[in-house]
């Protein structure tokens, strides 16, 4: 009976303090992680406060070097990840695919599917593709911001973008969703000196300083929502009837369900994690749970690297592309050092961490040191070769053009095709794609020399071929 009012009281306690604290939890749900300067980003920057608040709240983060890289390009895939931490949502395991492009062993595969409603796609008679290897542009982030606005099924005089010179440049299915955005002043348009009018620019790429910008001051909109949803989060209070059957764990907390029993190896090149399957009965997520110097990590206390809503999923291989939320570990997992691994099954407001296993995060392959570019003319047609690379981190090629730059590279010099294969070593330039970004224009013009170069890509790495120079034929 002394045990059993122990429980009691602590149960009442523990509800004291959730309802008195729990809107300054939800107040500080932004604002409580670590600051962090970056070495490439001034505090003069347009960008500065978005972008530290993005990183504090682990949203955009940096990169090991101490770098923001504000300009970079984002990627479809990377956009996918800004919005699923952005909104907070839930990461989805679906059983069948939704995009013929993102398998299920694709590194982004759970954030697209989580975030697709707020994405856009490709249809195409063999079904819909996702592009995650393409960039981002500014009508995909339109139709984002007002999905997570909820004003996608307002009326809107769509006359609103005569505003803007290259209305014509916005895709005619997305025109709805750029007008309301326009309309809600949550994306304005560019001046055009001399002229009335501005410029959208619908299909310029998204970078990531513009990312953190236009998602910031659209979470600052509803962030008061988000408040009353945290308060409405609190449940009626628990009765001496339903602490009967608790258990306690050794350092005091409660627990009604059986903890995860984790096992785990490294399998060609990579962690495997397994698990034992939750129970049924309130099961909401699991989450995959690291640490350097904690030998019994749990979540929310050391962050997470994943979570699971699929309670069928009971394992996991770890992507080196990825980083940690939170906790010891500071971005990606570095290969070579040692981590405690375990999983924490989340059932409501109840969370059961497993036992944990020790191991050494293996070091990624070998990456091809360079890429030989070959080329000639073939019956009126340049065709390129070259040398393969070798890594489990690549992205993809890129076909990069030049007139005036002797060793053009992307993003720098733009490009003309990408190829996500990394067996394609091969291709025909036959001017019938225009060219993106670069100095020259969109096409090649006949009898004029050029240079022609490869890069690789590696998520956040990326390896130059060297250039050789020919002259588009006639």
């Known amino acids: 009976m002394l045990r059993k009012k122990t429980i009691i009281i602590l149960v009442a306690l523990i509800m004291i303090l959730t309802q008195s604290g729990f809107s300054v939890l939800a107040q500080n749900y932004y604002e409580d992680t670590a600051d962090t300067d970056f070495s490439d980003l001034p505090s003069s920057h347009w960008a ?4 530290k608040w ?3 709240n682990e949203i955009i983060s940096g990169y090991p070097d101490n770098t923001f890289k504000p300009n970079k390009v984002v990627t479809r895939a990377e956009f996918a990840v800004i919005m699923v931490k952005a909104l907070n949502l839930p990461l989805k395991t679906s059983e069948e695919e939704t995009f013929i492009d993102m398998p299920k062993d694709n590194w982004a595969y759970s954030y697209v599917e989580s975030a697709k409603y707020y994405l856009t796609g490709f249809r195409t008679s063999k079904g819909d593709r996702f592009w995650p ?3 981002s542009v500014r009508e995909d982030m339109a139709v984002a911001l007002v999905k997570a606005m909820k004003y996608q099924d307002e009326e809107v005089d769509e006359s ?7 209305k014509d440049s916005i895709s005619p299915e997305l025109r709805k969703y750029v007008a309301i955005a326009v309309e809600h002043n949550i994306m304005k348009g560019n001046p055009i000196g001399g002229s009335e009018l501005k410029a959208f620019r619908p299909q310029n790429y998204l970078t990531r300083a513009e990312a953190a910008v236009l998602v910031y001051n659209t979470l600052q909109m509803t962030l008061d929502e988000e408040k009353i949803t945290y308060d409405e989060f609190i449940s009626t209070p628990v009765t001496e009837e339903a602490t009967e059957e608790l258990e306690l764990d050794e350092d005091g907390s409660i627990y009604n369900y059986n903890a995860p029993v984790v096992q785990g190896k490294v399998v060609d090149g990579k962690v495997v994690l397994n698990w034992t399957k939750a129970s ?8 995959v749970v690291a640490s350097q110097s904690n030998s019994s990590p749990r979540y929310p206390q050391d962050g997470y690297l994943y979570y699971i809503t699929d309670r069928s999923q009971t394992s996991v291989t770890l992507n080196s592309e990825d980083c940690y939320n939170g906790g010891d570990i500071g971005g990606k997992l570095v290969p070579g050092k040692s981590y405690y691994f375990s999983i924490t099954t989340v059932y409501g407001d109840e969370k059961v961490p497993g036992n ?7 070091s990624a392959s070998n990456v091809s040191s360079s890429v030989k570019v070959t080329g000639k003319v073939v019956d009126g047609h340049i065709v390129l070769q070259w040398t393969p690379v070798t890594s489990s981190g690549f992205n993809y090629y890129k076909v990069v053009i030049s ?3 002797s060793n053009p590279k992307y993003p720098e010099d733009g490009y003309l095709y990408y190829f996500t294969d990394v067996n394609k070593t091969s291709c025909v330039i036959d001017n019938s794609s225009a060219y993106n970004g670069g100095s020259f224009g969109e096409y090649l013009v006949p009898g004029q020399k050029y240079y022609f170069s490869i890069t690789a890509v590696f998520g956040d790495r990326k390896i130059v071929g ?4 020919l002259t588009y034929p006639e």
């Not at 060297?466 to 120079?469: L, V």
Request: net charge negative; no cysteine; charged share 35%.
């Open 403 to 405: 007139k005036d730059v």
């Open 466 to 469: 060297n250039a050789i120079q």
């Open 133 to 135: 290897g393409r960039e």
């Open 280 to 287: 049924e009965d309130g099961f909401t997520y699991y989450k």
């Open 160 to 166: 609103i973008l005569d505003n803007f010179s290259d």
């Open 54 to 56: 993005m990183d504090r």
């Open 48 to 51: 500065y406060d978005a972008v």
């Open 356 to 362: 944990a296993v020790l191991l050494k995060y293996p």
